[in-house]
């Protein structure tokens, strides 16, 4: 030991003496003592210490003196703390030779600098001397490694384009494009309206590419208040403010290395965050709060917004630098009432869902409660389409829904367009010749499906019309068809003519 010249002599040689007193009494007591030099060679082992190497596979003290200790002792922690300079004071070491209670200290040169590590074995068979402490280091350690299976679990994507329902056209080409933006590595922008099923697709995403072994992460911008944004994706150095964690905290871009960082809501994000965002895609590295170190990061990012983007870069809201950066690769996500045509599988597949959560029947559509569903706006989309089935489900007792139960859960806005497709639908269903009210009409045969549905069709384009006041294209978009389509069946229908309509 180096005499410190700050003491007085007395001093220093009763310090020198403590030193040496202390480490005879940790040789004695302790079960082996080892000593690493700065190149983390063993350089000296106690005669406790010798009764090992045969368990460790050495037969000569040779053969594990003067060589590196990672190589001679598996499982050490000893090179560790010659580049840390922090001790180890209590620890678990499990190898050949069996378990062991271990400290590990730095040793000083008198600049201050390591010049190697003191090993003390502590206790060996530490099952029996100190099982209480096992047990409770064993329990630990398991919740620890469940809590991580359980968020890595969550972190992977839920769902695949098996989940998108539907085989429209729309539905198709939208799965087609996500397809191909899963083989790549660029940005990628969902555009759709709200419900339909952006977040759905940045999973199905992320599952269909390269990354789909690592993190899915997701953050909603909409709903982290505009104070702590920041923090959410770039993460907080530890102390880095009053109330900050002692540890500090892992960002989203951290959290999602190696995999998808899904940006939900994207329009919504405030200006001051816009440009942190930027500079960070551009450079591929961030800088946590209260920290000056830049850490590199590897995510793919896939944006979404119900919002214009474009309008909101014309009126300054959204940075035009960072609207490019994003929209690498644009999807639009089609909206329900542009995809009528998978609604009877939508109904079926939420229906299903419905009963596996809640454990009752499954729900059953007539032909006229789909119909009823197929007339309207849905501007909730298949969220809305959700929230109605479920609303059904509750108050019903049968799980066969007909027009009439389905017409109550319906939004107001939309029920003089139900109302009126409903009407189409009972009229459809009663031979021409008969007379409402007639009980013969109870009996009466129906008539061809194709026959009730062009009745429906009549109806709904005829409310559709009144609504746009005669607007043929704005008709046809209500109701999600071609304006070919819509102009064709006018043609045919002689009873549309007397509505005034322009285009």
């Known amino acids: 030991m180096t005499a410190d010249s700050r003491l007085p002599r007395d001093a220093q040689s009763i310090l020198e003496l403590a030193a040496r007193s202390m480490f005879d009494l940790f040789a004695n007591a302790s079960e082996g003592m080892l000593l690493v030099d700065r190149e983390a060679r063993v350089v000296w082992i106690n005669d406790q210490y010798r009764r090992f190497l045969p368990a460790l596979g050495y037969a000569r003290e040779e053969d594990f003196v003067g060589h590196p200790v990672s190589r001679v002792v598996h499982n050490t922690q000893m090179h560790r703390v010659l580049e840390t300079g922090k001790p180890i004071l209590i620890d678990l070491l499990t190898n050949k030779a069996g378990t062991f209670v271990v400290s590990r200290i730095p040793l000083r040169d008198s ?24 047990s409770k280091f064993a329990r630990l350690e398991q919740d620890l490694n469940d809590a991580r299976r359980e968020l890595a679990h969550q972190r992977r994507s839920k769902y695949t384009f098996a989940s998108f329902v539907g085989s429209s056209p729309a539905a198709v080409e939208v799965k087609r494009q996500a397809r191909r933006a899963a083989q790549s590595a660029s940005p990628v922008l969902l555009l759709g309206e709200t419900g339909t099923g ?45 109330g900050a964690d002692r540890k500090g905290r892992d960002g989203k871009f951290k959290l999602a290395d ?39 990061f590897d995510v793919r990012v896939v944006a979404a917004t ?3 983007l474009e309008a909101l870069v014309r009126e300054g809201h959204f940075r035009e630098d960072l609207y490019y950066r994003l929209n690498v690769l644009p999807i639009r996500v089609p909206p329900l009432r542009e995809r009528r045509a998978d609604l009877p599988l939508l109904v079926e597949t939420l229906c299903e869902d419905i009963a596996a959560r809640s454990g009752g029947s499954q729900l059953e559509l007539d032909p006229e409660a789909l119909w009823l569903l197929q007339s309207q706006a849905w501007r909730g989309n298949i969220r809305e389409l ?13 799980h066969r829904i ?18 009126a497709a409903t009407a189409a639908t009972a009229s459809a269903a009663v031979p021409s010749t008969a007379t409402p009210g007639d009980p013969e009409n109870l009996a009466a045969p129906l008539r061809p499906l194709a026959e009730q549905v062009a009745a429906l069709e009549r109806q709904a384009m005829a409310e559709a019309l009144r609504r746009t006041g005669g607007n043929r294209s704005a008709a046809a978009r209500l109701l999600g068809m071609s304006r070919a389509s819509f102009y064709d069946k006018l043609a045919l229908w002689s009873e549309l003519s007397e509505i005034q309509t322009i285009d």
């Open 386 to 398: 959700r929230n109605v089935l479920e609303q059904v489900a509750l108050r019903s007792d049968d």
């Open 306 to 308: 119900s919002r214009d």
């Open 198 to 242: 952006k977040e759905l697709l940045a999973h199905a995403i992320h599952a269909a590419s390269a990354r789909a072994g690592r993190p899915f992460v997701g953050v909603n911008i909409a709903a982290v208040p505009d104070t702590l944004l920041e923090a959410e994706f770039f993460g907080v150095a530890p102390g880095a403010y009053t």
């Open 402 to 419: 007909g027009a009439a139960v389905l017409a109550t859960v319906l939004p107001p806005a939309d029920r003089a367009l139900s109302g």
């Open 111 to 134: 600049e201050g600098g390591v010049i190697g590590v003191l090993g003390i074995v502590l206790f060996d068979h530490p099952e029996t001397t100190l099982q209480p402490l096992i």
């Open 258 to 296: 190696g995999g998808t960082l899904f940006l939900d809501e994207v329009g919504d994000m405030p200006a001051a965050v816009q440009a942190k965002l930027l500079r960070a895609l551009q450079e591929g590295e961030i800088e946590p709060l209260g920290s000056n170190q830049l850490v590199r």
